[in-house]
């Protein structure tokens, strides 16, 4: 059974930084991309950052660019969200996707979601 399991959330200050991570089991399961998605409190979910394999291509929310970087270990299908100078617009609770189903990778076509890990950011 494929799941996802993520970890690392917490609550920090603003311009504080926070590492996500999240594991693909069973580590046998190959998947196309990996993304993060987040929601805030009584907003809609929102695309975060997306990581493709072959080249390893990325792509940012506008709102994240030059704060957050996702990375993927592939030896540990593990995905990371480095995520610096946070702000407390960043206040959400953060998803893992995998297998991405078509559209924009913003849309949220993915097959897999883990149960989210909560990010809150204080002023």
């Known amino acids: 059974q494929v799941q996802l399991v993520e970890s690392g959330g917490g609550s920090v200050q603003a311009g504080g930084s926070l590492r996500l991570s999240c594991v693909l089991f069973?580590?046998?399961?190959?998947?196309?991309?990996m993304a993060w998605f987040r929601q805030p409190p009584g907003k809609e979910r929102e695309g975060v950052a997306v990581?493709?394999?072959?080249?390893?291509?990325?792509g940012y929310a506008d709102s994240v660019k030059g704060r957050f970087t996702i990375s993927k270990d592939n030896g540990k299908n593990t995905v990371h969200l480095q995520m610096n100078s946070l702000q407390p617009e960043d206040t959400a609770m953060y998803y893992c996707?995998?297998?991405?189903?078509?559209?924009?990778?913003?849309?949220?076509?993915?097959?897999?979601w883990g149960q989210g890990t909560q990010v809150t950011v204080s002023s």
């Open positions: 990581i493709c394999t072959g080249a390893g291509s990325t």
């Open positions: 996707a995998a297998d991405f189903q078509g559209g924009l990778w913003t849309d949220g076509l993915y097959k897999y």
């Open positions: 069973p580590y046998s399961y190959k998947t196309n991309c």
